[in-house]
């Protein structure tokens, strides 16, 4: 059964333009789209998460999603708001690069599936390799001119730019290089529709003249808003770049947090951008919120639905309780669940100094681990003095004057956390 995919990007915030006839076009029936991401990583990141859910949502619609692995555009660089030229991929590296996006992809699309709708990768790579300049210029360059390519927006922004350099000729074809991607899927897959964020727009649409006056077709072009934070700052960063989808460069806890940070006002966006919840139980979520912002109920669901979207269940549940060590009661066993990279994270900035394995090996005394050895405290002195008040732990559980740190103590075979009160940390790296 087909939704009206129109409609529901709509009431999500989710469409900035829609070319004329694109709506009823996809009312008729299952219809191919596609949404271009670029290769030069193996892992995507959450500025990817808009174009992945218009593919996702598409597919629930009723239509099939492809996802095209720009391999060949990528080697190019694509001049829509930036400054710089990419670096160019080897085949190798691009071919990891797809294969770890398709796995990312597979968290949100149906590739495998038999249904009609089932989704699809492609990697434009795959056309334009055997392509010679001199076919491209000829079956393909001839039908768009010069006058046509200055006149997007992407093109006068860049050369008329006081700080850029100009624009290289290789990325001046990138609208006519992805525009053929179209004019290709189109004749190829009976893909009549391109999808991408507003930036996009002058590439989608030289796709679209490029049917019309070569197939004598009609291609559509549906773009969303390109997606910023309320107090100005660029969505999809944080302090240490790029929120990855890959687990290895974003670990779980920080992908959580991250969500789990958002404003107020950010947060009523992201639900209805970034999860599938219903128009109904958003509505009842936003004004559950309201009337009891402290909760922050909204930012909880928003973080649980994107994470398990993005890793699993269980790496949810890992998150929460890594936030609970910093926030909320939490065991030694907590501590010692965690795993290096999410400990890391947690506590990313707190104070740390290197102890000799050997210290460790022969037990030591808490008042050396916290003064002189450690260096969490002044003196042995105020080490004494916080022991008698008990407010030091080891691992977040209390010790007194006498304790002696073993092995058995080490988180990972290498840390040992020392607390003073409810929010000093310290940690001790054995080496």
């Not at 193996?42 to 239509?63: E, F, K, T």
């Not at 699993?312 to 990279?341: M, P, R």
């Amino acid at each position: 059964m087909i939704k009206n995919f129109v409609e529901e990007l709509t009431w999500r915030g989710m469409i900035h333009t829609v070319m004329p006839g694109a709506e009823e076009h996809l009312l008729e029936g299952m219809k191919s789209a596609y949404v271009g991401f670029d290769p030069t990583a193996d892992s995507l990141h959450i500025g990817n998460l808009v174009p992945i859910m218009l593919l996702a949502h598409y597919q629930r619609c009723g239509h099939k999603p492809v996802a095209l692995v720009g391999g060949a555009t990528g080697m190019i660089g694509d001049p829509s708001g930036k400054s710089n030229e990419r670096n160019l991929l080897d085949e190798r590296t691009l071919r990891h690069n797809q294969e770890a996006i398709k796995a990312q992809l597979g968290h949100f699309l149906d590739f495998e599936s038999d249904a009609p709708n089932a989704a699809k990768l492609v990697n434009n790579y795959d056309w334009m390799k055997d392509f010679s300049f001199l076919e491209f210029i000829r079956d393909v360059g001839k039908h768009i001119t010069v006058n046509y390519m200055m006149a997007k927006d992407s093109v006068k922004n860049r050369i008329s730019s006081e700080s850029s350099e100009g624009m290289s000729f290789t990325e001046f074809t990138y609208q006519l290089v992805q525009g053929y991607d179209f004019l290709h899927l189109y004749k190829e897959n009976g893909c009549s529709i391109q999808m991408g964020g507003s930036d996009q727009w002058g590439n989608i649409t030289t796709g679209t003249e490029l049917i019309r006056r070569i197939a004598s077709g009609k291609g559509y072009a549906i773009t969303c808003p390109l997606i910023t934070k309320s107090d100005g700052s660029k969505f999809g960063k944080s302090e240490g770049g790029n929120v990855w989808l890959d687990p290895n460069r974003t670990s779980p806890y920080k992908f959580y947090q991250y969500w789990l940070n958002s404003s107020d006002e950010d947060a009523e966006t992201y639900i209805k951008i970034f999860t599938f919840l219903n128009k109904r139980e958003i509505n009842q979520l936003i004004n559950a919120h309201k009337e009891a912002p402290h909760l922050r109920l909204l930012q909880k669901r928003l973080a649980e639905e994107i994470t398990i979207m993005v890793h699993s269940k269980a790496d949810l549940d890992n998150a929460i309780k890594a936030s609970n060590i910093l926030f909320g009661k939490s065991t030694s066993d907590d501590l010692k669940a965690l795993d290096e990279h999410t400990f890391l994270d947690v506590f990313d900035g707190v104070p740390q100094t290197k102890i000799d394995q050997s210290e460790i090996d022969k037990g030591l005394d808490i008042i050396g681990a916290l003064a002189e050895k450690g260096g969490f405290l002044k003196s042995n002195g105020e080490a004494r003095r916080a022991l008698k008040e008990n407010s030091i732990s080891v691992n977040k559980e209390k010790v007194k004057e006498g304790y002696s740190i073993s092995t058995k103590d080490l988180i990972n075979k290498k840390f040992v956390l020392l607390q003073r009160g409810k929010k000093n940390y310290f940690v001790l790296q054995v080496i």
